[in-house]
């Protein structure tokens, strides 16, 4: 139950790590600014947009695999890992359209929570993926080849 907790809790973890440690170092975003902003939009956004359709997909799924997931506590844990995601993707976003509308990276605070939020976004994808490939590599429903 210990690592359980833990797994909930290191995406917000290490994103205040970042954002604490960029904001104490007064990290500063370069000259093209725009162009990462622009492009992390895009990332957030796709982001956003797979896990979202994944989590659409992964609740219809009635495999084996899925009824048993069902029959556990863990679907809630699950959905809450696939929820976490979307919403880091899209807060990820939002931040960069911020940022590039009202001109932000020049401001440490703004570049702080920009690193804060992209951490905590790839550590609930991390997150996400490894439970994943957990559950969907039940090795009782593998054929066997021989």
């Given amino acids: 139950m210990k690592s359980l907790r833990m797994e909930k809790r290191y995406p917000f973890i290490i994103a205040a790590i970042c954002g604490a440690g960029s904001w104490l ?3 500063e975003m370069e000259a093209n600014a725009a162009q990462t902003l622009a492009a992390t939009v895009s990332l957030g956004a796709i982001t956003s947009g797979f896990v979202g359709t994944s989590l659409s997909i992964l609740t219809s799924l009635n495999s084996p695999i ?11 844990i699950l959905k809450q890992y696939l929820g976490w995601s979307v919403l880091a993707g899209i807060v990820l976003s939002v931040i ?5 509308f009202f001109n932000f990276p020049d401001e440490p605070l703004f570049v ?4 804060s939020t992209l ?14 490939l957990e559950v969907f590599a039940d090795r ?7």
């Fill in 25 to 27: 170092c007064r990290l």
């Fill in 140 to 146: 009782e429903n593998v054929p066997h080849r021989g």
């Fill in 112 to 115: 702080a929570a920009w690193i």
């Fill in 119 to 132: 951490a905590f976004c790839v550590c609930c994808l991390y997150r996400l993926c490894r439970t994943m």
């Fill in 66 to 76: 899925m009824q048993r997931i069902r029959a556990t506590p863990y679907i809630v």
């Fill in 96 to 100: 960069s359209i911020a940022g590039l």
